[in-house]
Nanobody
Framework: QVQLVESGGGSVQAGGSLRLSCLASGYTYSSNCMGWFRQAPGKEREGVASIYTEGSSTDYVDSVKGRFTISLDNAKNTVYLQMNSLKPEDTAMYYC???????????????WGLGTQVTVSS
């Protein structure tokens, strides 16, 4: 079965960096849309970044553009989220998600990881 396992979260001071990883397994499609989402307490879940695994086109929410970078290593079945210049408002649980066979045009993410916590202190 499909599994997504996030890692790399932690606590950092504002201005610091973290790199999140999402190890994906249990499927054979090579062309998919993968995304990172986040949810802070009391707030709705927000899409942060997405990447199409065939060609590596990416998209970001405006609030992280220029600070976050999504990338993938197909050989390792892993998607990364490099987060630089972190701000307290980036504090949230971060989730990896998969639209199996999707192209990132109107994605429908049907598989989710359990999340990794990111806490940024001022």
């Amino acid at each position: 079965q499909v599994q997504l396992v996030e890692s790399g979260g932690g606590s950092v001071q504002a201005g610091g960096s973290l790199r999140l990883s999402c190890l994906a397994s249990g499927y054979t499609y090579s062309s998919n849309c993968m995304g990172w989402f986040r949810q802070a307490p009391g707030k709705e879940r927000e899409g942060v970044a997405s990447i199409y695994t065939e060609g590596s086109s990416t998209d970001y929410v405006d609030s992280v553009k220029g600070r976050f970078t999504i990338s993938l290593d197909n050989a390792k079945n892993t998607v990364y989220l490099q987060m630089n210049s972190l701000k307290p408002e980036d504090t949230a649980m971060y989730y990896c998600a998969l639209d199996l066979g999707g192209t990132c045009k109107d994605p429908v993410f049907t598989f989710w990881g359990l999340g990794t916590q990111v806490t940024v202190s001022s």
